[in-house]
């Protein structure tokens, strides 16, 4: 099968990871020039979904395109299209699980993402069409309670991992996930979320925030760095 991953090379990565060395894998960094490896026998997963996304590149394709659905909703991000659409989350260690988590933008695409799946040689579950999805919501949630607890100096950031890997058999703590995800990522997410549903339990911990902006901030420092 031909996948065309569209995102950065830890995207790629991760593709490779999940769905085996079997398949033809095509890289593009942007959709700048991506039409033209637009195939109707390609899967797409498309890793840089935003509501300034141009998605016009992919009004005359008529195959099967995963889009990054976990911090926008359906109605923000897909216009008009031939295209079959289906929603995953593209953060970092979520795509490479053991099954793969799809929001269906139409009940009609099931059939079509169980012969996909099945040829990618993955298990699928559908969930609620929704920002966040499900697993992205539970660890986004469980990584910023773990941010209160240190903001209100309960335990240390090792002794919570600790707590959280012993206590439930999870494979990494909230403060290790948050590392392997990007706590940027984390933010992001969070704010989506909490946008949309208005929930204060998805309101972002303060600490979290200050320490997504730092990490921005110095980010945009290395760049600036850079030219000069």
Request: proline share 3%; with cysteine; hydrophobic share 40%.
């Amino acid at each position: 099968m031909e996948i065309l991953v569209i995102g950065s090379n830890v995207s790629l990565l991760e593709c490779r990871q999940k769905f085996g060395e079997q398949h033809q894998y095509c890289h593009r960094e942007d959709l700048t020039d991506a039409g033209e490896f637009l195939k109707p026998e390609a899967i797409v997963f498309d890793f840089l979904v935003s509501e300034r996304h141009p998605f016009g590149v992919y009004k005359d394709f008529s195959g099967s395109v995963f889009l990054d659905v976990s911090r926008n909703a359906w109605t923000e991000i897909v216009g008009e299209s031939r295209a079959t659409f289906y929603g995953f989350c593209g953060l970092p260690t979520f795509l490479n699980r053991e099954i793969l988590e799809v929001s269906l933008l139409k009940g009609e695409h099931k059939d079509k993402l169980g012969e996909i799946c099945l040829a990618l040689n993955t298990k699928f579950a559908i969930v609620n069409d929704q920002v966040g999805l499900v697993t992205p919501r539970v660890i986004g949630m469980i990584i910023n309670e773990a941010y209160f607890a240190i903001q209100e100096n309960i335990a240390s950031r090792s002794d919570i991992d600790l707590a959280m890997k012993l206590g439930t058999n999870y494979p990494f703590g909230p403060f290790e996930w948050c590392e392997r995800i990007g706590i940027k990522n984390v933010y992001e997410l969070l704010t989506a979320v909490y946008e949309h549903t208005r929930e204060e339990r998805y309101k972002v911990c303060e600490l979290l925030e200050r320490e997504a902006n730092e990490v921005t901030q110095s980010h945009k420092g290395n760049i600036l760095g850079h030219f000069h």
